[in-house]
């Protein structure tokens, strides 16, 4: 078995090796959770009713293949996050950047996930979702949202990590196949 776990450690540092991973797809509902994860399996854009129980997939993407879980983000499923947590490689929180309206709520799902100790070691990738439409917000709006920028004299300071963990923004249109695949190299690259 010593053996064994060398080779595949050896081959996953030269990139050889597939890496596996957990990964969850959390946010509120309508952030688009569903709509990423059909996109990555099978690149459809359809409608989707809300999820209303979690579901997996599997994903390849470079040398990382994903076992990816969209647990569905309204308020009962939310309650249901901590029963994933354990074993989980990375986290991918999407949020409505066109919903401001919700970015209160969305912060206290987030700041909730951060001050979970299973998760404290955990990358998390912030996706702001539906940039596409006139009324997102910008980055650094989001950013100051969520708590993940703090406002300086000279403008805002992006926070790339919380309390040690990795953590980044990346804003993106899944309608319009925009700026999610930047925040999965990014996670892949830690997972590595």
């Given at each position: 078995?010593?053996?064994?776990?060398?080779?595949?450690?050896?081959?996953?540092?030269?990139?050889?090796?597939?890496?596996?991973?957990?990964?969850?797809?959390?946010?509120?509902?309508?952030?688009?959770?569903?709509?990423?994860?059909?996109?990555?399996?099978?690149?459809?854009?359809?409608?989707?009713?809300?999820?209303?129980?979690?579901?997996?997939?599997?994903?390849?993407?470079?040398?990382?293949?994903?076992?990816?879980?969209?647990?569905?983000?309204?308020?009962?499923?939310?309650?249901?996050?901590?029963?994933?947590?354990?074993?989980?490689?990375?986290?991918?929180?999407?949020?409505?950047?066109?919903d401001r309206?919700?970015?209160?709520?969305?912060?206290?799902?987030?700041?909730?996930?951060?001050?979970?100790?299973?998760?404290?070691?955990?990358?998390i990738v912030?996706?702001?979702?539906?940039?596409?439409?006139?009324?997102?917000?910008?980055?650094?709006?989001?950013?100051?949202?969520?708590?993940?920028?703090?406002?300086?004299?000279?403008?805002?300071?992006?926070?790339?990590?919380?309390?040690?963990?990795?953590?980044?923004?990346?804003?993106?249109?899944?309608?319009?196949?925009?700026?999610?695949?930047?925040?999965?190299?990014?996670?892949?690259?830690?997972?590595?």
């Open positions: 078995m010593f053996i064994l776990n060398f080779f595949r450690d050896l081959l996953g540092y030269l990139g050889i090796y597939k890496k596996d991973a957990k990964i969850l797809f959390l946010g509120l509902d309508n952030a688009g959770k569903t709509t990423l994860l059909r996109r990555l399996k099978d690149d459809r854009m359809v409608q989707h009713d809300p999820t209303m129980y979690a579901h997996a997939e599997e994903l390849t993407l470079g040398n990382v293949r994903f076992k990816a879980y969209d647990l569905g983000g309204h308020v009962a499923a939310r309650k249901a996050w901590k029963n994933y947590f354990p074993s989980v490689d990375g986290v991918i929180y999407l949020v409505d950047s066109a309206g919700r970015f209160e709520e969305s912060k206290k799902e987030l700041d909730g996930i951060l001050n979970t100790p299973e998760l404290a070691k955990v990358p912030i996706l702001g979702n539906k940039i596409d439409k006139k009324e997102a917000a910008s980055e650094e709006e989001l950013r100051l949202a969520l708590g993940l920028a703090s406002k300086t004299q000279f403008g805002v300071q992006k926070l790339s990590s919380v309390d040690g963990r990795q953590m980044e923004v990346f804003m993106c249109s899944v309608a319009k196949k925009m700026g999610y695949a930047e925040g999965f190299r990014w996670l892949g690259a830690l997972l590595k």
